[in-house]
């Protein structure tokens, strides 16, 4: 399935892309990419083989579910859960089922999250990983509920919980029934927790809002990458309560990291044999 | 009254707070202060009181009721010493098996530098995953604003109440209008669209009862309405006083994993 999704992906790239924005006709657009840190345009095999890695700068560009299982899970040893993708549609919200369609081409996923077992560096973990490119991994009641059920499931084996957090928050179209996810699945890591098991999180950009304010802050080891925007409140909305403008790295990883609200920070190249230390001290 | 009256109503100044509900409902009520690490949080109203002769646990989002208090108040939103505050109460309340009563009046959990620094999301979080585990009977109720995860914050409970008037919301309605339609100036077509009125939210299972208000609003007779949350309060904890630990982590638990 995972190759599956990658290969599908592939294609959506070259399809989807125009280039149009190049100025030089005779290279493919696909080939280069601009990067969010430094605005240069850099190549994309460049950036791929640097595992998503700015060669000018060392930005890091946002990974999709998919790749970051591939960077992570022992190879062919990640198997997805069997989700029921049924969505809600509590406030009857205009356009909100087009908009699912169309967040489902862009991710190449049925929802903003994906659950599964695995191994890491052969350590057995559960992971969930967050998917910012589907309306912006934000947590309606199908997020809700497959993360609480894979930590059902970790807490019934007795496996370690891994959750890649990727989210601008609630999802607002769900309304009330959104909001009450998060208590639906911090309370699920309250028991995985009171069984004495142990639940990871690594904060990647952005991890904004109910999600930060329930699982994102809720982890035995808190990890983040490095420049990964991580906070509670929107930074206009800050700005606009307090009327001045914010430093640049107001709400950074670092930040964090400095107010002591995050355990480490870790690149890209270690994560996987960070993971699986941290697993290997906790069996 | 639609959406977007309630809204009004509930933040109305002179909708009855939490201040004066505690005093109404409340015996010999003994106000505990402070988070036990930064500062005292006057956002948050923490103590115990007697309701008829039994002890519980009050937590209360307080707006303020004239400018200088609501000043000190920060209108009722709340800081993160402001939720460790509670969660050290509420801990207190489990120790010595008081049953825990959460009064809901805020916009929202505050947004600024401090409660960022502070870890807002971190407080927020430590509270719901905590309030889910507590051992003794809890019950929240939506007496005025309910908002977002500031409000849920003190609303894990076994029992959610909500009065008539009350809304309960994942965002203010100015901030829903602002990020899904790029216009705050459409709040009052926001309101109606977010369901967060106590009917609306009584149908799709997010409260568990609707408790009704004196004709016209809680404010046309503020102590019939202290009256009826009071008697509410007693009838309920009577029935959950009676039940087991186990039950009332698992009866909390399921209340919340059906959604
Ligand atoms: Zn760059």
Known sequence: ?283 | MNAWEKVNMARGADRPTSQFYISAIFDSFVELHGDRNFRDDQAIIGGIGLLNGRAVTIIAQEKGINLQEKSLRNFGAVHPEGYRKSLRLMKQAEKFGRPIVCFVDTQGAYCGVGAEERGQGEAIARNLAEMMQLKVPVISIILGEGGSGGALAIAVANKVFMLENAVYSILSPEGFASILWKDSKRAEEAAEAMKITASDLFELGIIDEILPEPKGGAQNASSEMAERIKEKLENELNHLSRKSEDWLQKHRYKRFRKF
């Open chain 1, 1 to 283: 399935m995972l190759k599956e999704i990658m290969e599908k992906k592939k294609v959506q790239v070259k399809k989807g892309k125009n280039n149009r924005k190049m100025p030089k006709v005779d290279i493919p657009a696909d080939m280069f990419t601009k990067c969010p840190g430094c605005g240069k345009g850099v190549y994309r095999k460049d950036v791929e083989s640097a595992k998503k890695t700015c060669p000018n700068c060392g930005k890091l560009f946002r990974m999709s579910a998919v790749e970051r299982i591939a960077l992570i899970a022992d190879e062919g040893t990640y198997v997805p859960f069997k989700n029921d993708i049924k969505h809600a549609d509590p406030l009857g919200f205009p356009e909100y089922e087009a908009k699912l369609s169309k967040a489902a081409a862009a991710s190449g996923l049925p929802e903003a999250v994906v659950s599964g077992k695995c191994e890491i560096s052969g350590e057995k973990a559960i992971i969930c990983v967050m998917e910012s490119k589907f309306m912006m991994g934000s947590m309606g009641s199908v997020v809700g509920e497959i993360l609480t059920s894979a930590i059902e499931e970790a807490t019934e084996r007795r496996h370690p919980v891994i959750i890649f957090t990727a989210s601008g928050g609630a999802r607002m179209q769900e309304g009330m029934v959104s909001l009450m996810q998060m208590a639906k699945v911090s309370g699920a890591l309250a028991k995985h927790n009171e069984a004495g098991l142990l639940y990871i999180t690594v904060l990647t950009d952005p991890t904004t809002g109910g999600v930060t304010a329930s699982f994102a802050s809720l982890g035995d080891i808190i990890l983040a990458e490095k420049g990964a925007l991580v906070g509670f409140a929107g930074r206009r909305v800050i700005e606009q309560t307090i009327r001045q403008k914010l430093p640049e790295n107001f709400q950074s990883a670092e930040f964090l990291l400095e107010r002591g609200f995050i355990d480490a920070i870790v690149d890209r190249d270690n994560q996987k044999e960070m993971l699986a230390k941290l697993l290997k001290m906790h069996k």
